[in-house]
């Protein structure tokens, strides 16, 4: 089955905890994204990458650290938590080009106390 | 700065009506426009696109409409299900860059 899948789903930790969020999805898109979603605000997208060693920043990308070492993965490091960065957060990705659809993950919620 | 917007948080229309959601954006370099339909717990699921050379694009009972000069995009839904009662968004590509607004939420009575 086509997906995109995140881990962990949920999670509680304190603040300067460094902590990652796993990406992977199994249809050899090219392109992977971050987005983080807050009650009034919409989705916004962290960061995002175009290929393997290639991302670039989106509207919000500041606490935030990505690398795409392999196609398929796209791990959300956060070196120093913040509660501010407590959010629900979806990983996506999509083909090459313009304008194709991206795929979205079930979301995680983090919680930074 | 907001650059898609969706100015109605909710919409509330019975079973059979038609949903009409509105998006409006300011950036006239967006050149491919997307709706999505989210549920509670889920992941954003991918309902209907138009590319900027167009102005109108239909997939079943949905219909999004583009008028360019005014930066407005619009989705139809008819006939409305309960089952379309869901938080839809809009969302406007820049180059690899995607736009999303801030979601109406829409709620199908029986």
């Known amino acids: 089955e086509a997906q995109v899948t995140q881990n962990p789903r949920y999670l509680i930790t304190v603040t300067g905890k460094k902590l990652t969020v796993t990406c992977s999805q199994n249809?050899?898109?090219?392109?992977m994204s971050w987005y983080r979603q807050d009650p009034g605000l919409g989705l916004r997208q962290i960061y995002y990458s175009m290929n393997v060693e290639v991302t670039d920043k989106g509207d919000v990308p500041e606490g935030y650290k990505v690398s795409r070492k392999e196609k398929r993965n796209f791990p959300l490091i956060l070196e120093s938590p913040s509660p501010n960065q407590t959010s629900l957060y979806f990983c996506a990705s999509k083909l090459a080009g313009g304008g194709e659809t991206q795929y979205f993950g079930p979301g995680t919620r983090l919680l930074v106390l | 700065d907001q650059q898609v917007k969706q100015n109605s948080p909710s919409l509330s229309v019975q079973e059979g009506r038609i949903s009409i959601l509105n998006c409006d954006y300011t950036n006239s370099m967006f050149d491919y426009f997307l709706w999505y339909k989210k549920y509670p717990a889920e992941g954003p699921t991918f309902l209907i696109s138009i590319s900027s050379i167009k102005d109108k694009n239909e997939d079943g009972r949905f219909t999004v409409f583009l008028n360019k000069s005014a930066k407005h995009l619009s989705l139809h839904i008819v006939p409305s299900q309960p089952g379309d009662s869901a938080v839809y968004f809009c969302?406007?590509?820049?180059?690899?860059?995607?736009?999303f607004g801030k979601g109406t939420s829409l709620l199908v009575t029986p």
């Open positions: 249809m050899n898109h090219e392109y």
């Open positions: 969302a406007a590509y820049s180059g690899y860059a995607l736009n």
